[in-house]
């Protein structure tokens, strides 16, 4: 391609959730192009990923479970705690009549299902695109960029953000945490058995999520310690985790290289012009308290995609057709900001008050069949599990 092209949706950014949305429009009636940075379709990404059940229902339509079924290991319960106050709960998907509460994979297995289905979609891929400018007329969205040392350009009727927002910095909030998360892959005593555990500390969450025949830890400090556990050596580090987790999974054995991720919520102002909107980590970043990120950004492709479908051609990108997109995600996306946050902010603490709180709200939610589906729930599948 040289020069100038139209299409009708542009998608800036190939990661999972951009790939996601160029897989649900395959066979539709739009020509979509997507724009990716890198020259090549593969994530270097140690993290590991918590995918909702509703994510694998969403997966499974776009034909990339298939492909990633025997890289995932099955969440069957999980057990929630506090660290110095009592209080308790236990999810099992047995109970709720669901095959599994989720799933846990690695980032890379993940994007290579979805990428495949990318390629097979039928969307103009074009990679090694450095968008340098993104704008809107009234009658159509304008992407600039450089591939292959050339100036181009294309219009499309609605440009769909889906980068982290690199692409069309604007108006954001960003609340840091002052915590990182420190992520590694260790292995215990006894066998997982696919249960998960989030157990909360003074410090922040801790999470421990089955993988194969280990887990993936997420484990959140405060900033000015992450530098200080990278330096641990392994047995050192396993006597901290082993000290702040408990005996729960007797002791932990081995522990793979250590990575940190600064943790903040980022929130964006929708793009405030015709023909653009933003969907994943280009709208919004959580943090990865209840694994929520991914599952919130994976549902916006999803249903901007159904409303693609279900909208009529000649309204597709303008004012009226984002409202409504926006009016149907608020919701969810509302809804899954203020959960992670209210996690954060309630749990990570020493207070006394709070503590007792903390430990009666988890006795209840255990003790509670209605509240603790409700809350499953809400975890598996967003808003529409209300």
């Given at each position: 391609?040289?020069?100038?092209?139209?299409?009708?949706?542009?998608?800036?950014?190939g990661?999972?959730?951009?790939?996601?949305l160029?897989?649900?429009?395959a066979?539709?009636e739009y020509?979509?192009?997507?724009?990716e940075?890198r020259?090549?379709?593969?994530?270097q990404?140690?993290?590991a990923?918590?995918?909702?059940?509703?994510?694998?229902?969403?997966l499974?339509?776009?034909g990339?479970?298939?492909?990633?079924?025997?890289?995932?290991?099955?969440?069957?319960?999980?057990?929630?705690?506090q660290?110095?106050?009592?209080?308790?709960?236990?999810?099992?998907a047995?109970?709720?009549?669901?095959?599994?509460?989720g799933?846990?994979?690695?980032?890379?297995?993940l994007?290579?299902?979805?990428?495949?289905?990318?390629?097979?979609?039928?969307?103009?891929?074009?990679?090694?695109?450095?968008?340098?400018?993104?704008?809107s007329?009234?009658?159509?969205?304008?992407?600039?960029?450089?591939?292959?040392?050339?100036?181009?350009?294309?219009?499309?009727?609605?440009?769909?953000l889906?980068d982290g927002g690199?692409s069309?910095?604007g108006?954001?909030?960003?609340?840091d945490?002052g915590?990182s998360?420190?992520?590694?892959?260790?292995?215990?005593?006894?066998?997982?058995?696919?249960?998960?555990?989030?157990?909360?500390?003074?410090e922040?969450?801790?999470?421990?999520?089955?993988?194969?025949?280990?887990?993936?830890l997420?484990?959140?400090?405060?900033?000015?310690?992450?530098d200080?556990?990278?330096?641990?050596t392994?047995?050192?580090?396993?006597?901290?985790?082993h000290e702040?987790?408990?005996?729960?999974?007797g002791?932990?054995?081995?522990?793979?290289?250590r990575?940190?991720f600064?943790?903040?919520?980022?929130?964006?102002?929708?793009?405030q012009?015709?023909?653009?909107?933003r969907?994943?980590?280009a709208?919004?970043?959580?943090?990865?308290?209840?694994?929520?990120?991914?599952?919130?950004?994976?549902?916006?492709?999803?249903q901007l995609?159904q409303?693609?479908?279900?909208?009529d051609?000649?309204?597709?990108?303008?004012?009226a057709f984002?409202?409504?997109?926006?009016?149907?995600?608020?919701?969810?996306?509302r809804?899954?900001?203020?959960?992670?946050?209210?996690?954060?902010?309630?749990?990570?603490?020493?207070?006394?008050?709070l503590r007792h709180g903390?430990?009666?709200?988890?006795?209840?939610?255990?003790?509670?069949?209605?509240?603790?589906?409700?809350f499953a729930?809400?975890?598996?599948?967003?808003?529409?599990?209300?």
């Amino acid at each position: 391609m040289s020069g100038r092209d139209t299409f009708d949706i542009a998608i800036v950014g190939g990661g999972p959730v951009g790939a996601a949305l160029a897989a649900a429009l395959a066979g539709s009636e739009y020509r979509v192009a997507l724009l990716e940075a890198r020259s090549r379709l593969v994530a270097q990404d140690p993290r590991a990923i918590a995918l909702a059940q509703g994510a694998r229902l969403i997966l499974e339509r776009l034909g990339a479970w298939s492909g990633l079924a025997d890289k995932v290991t099955a969440i069957e319960s999980i057990h929630v705690s506090q660290r110095g106050g009592f209080g308790r709960a236990e999810l099992l998907a047995c109970e709720l009549g669901v095959p599994a509460l989720g799933y846990v994979t690695q980032y890379g297995d993940l994007y290579a299902a979805l990428a495949g289905q990318l390629q097979a979609s039928g969307a103009t891929l074009l990679t090694g695109a450095q968008v340098s400018a993104i704008r809107s007329t009234s009658a159509y969205g304008v992407v600039e960029f450089q591939c292959d040392g050339a100036d181009h350009l294309l219009t499309a009727d609605l440009v769909v953000l889906a980068d982290g927002g690199k692409s069309l910095p604007g108006a954001q909030q960003v609340k840091d945490y002052g915590q990182s998360a420190v992520i590694c892959s260790v292995t215990t005593a006894q066998p997982h058995e696919h249960r998960a555990y989030e157990r909360f500390t003074p410090e922040g969450p801790m999470a421990l999520l089955p993988l194969g025949e280990a887990y993936a830890l997420v484990w959140t400090v405060p900033n000015a310690k992450a530098d200080d556990v990278l330096a641990l050596t392994d047995a050192a580090f396993l006597d901290r985790l082993h000290e702040r987790f408990g005996e729960r999974q007797g002791r932990f054995l081995s522990a793979s290289g250590r990575a940190v991720f600064p943790l903040r919520m980022i929130t964006r102002e929708p793009a405030q012009a015709p023909r653009l909107l933003r969907i994943g980590n280009a709208a919004q970043t959580l943090h990865p308290v209840a694994g929520q990120g991914f599952n919130l950004g994976l549902r916006d492709a999803w249903q901007l995609a159904q409303l693609i479908w279900d909208t009529d051609k000649a309204i597709l990108g303008s004012p009226a057709f984002c409202a409504r997109y926006r009016a149907r995600r608020g919701p969810d996306v509302r809804g899954g900001l203020m959960m992670t946050d209210l996690m954060v902010e309630l749990f990570s603490n020493d207070n006394f008050v709070l503590r007792h709180g903390r430990g009666l709200g988890l006795a209840l939610l255990d003790a509670l069949p209605p509240l603790k589906k409700a809350f499953a729930r809400k975890m598996m599948f967003g808003a529409q599990a209300w």
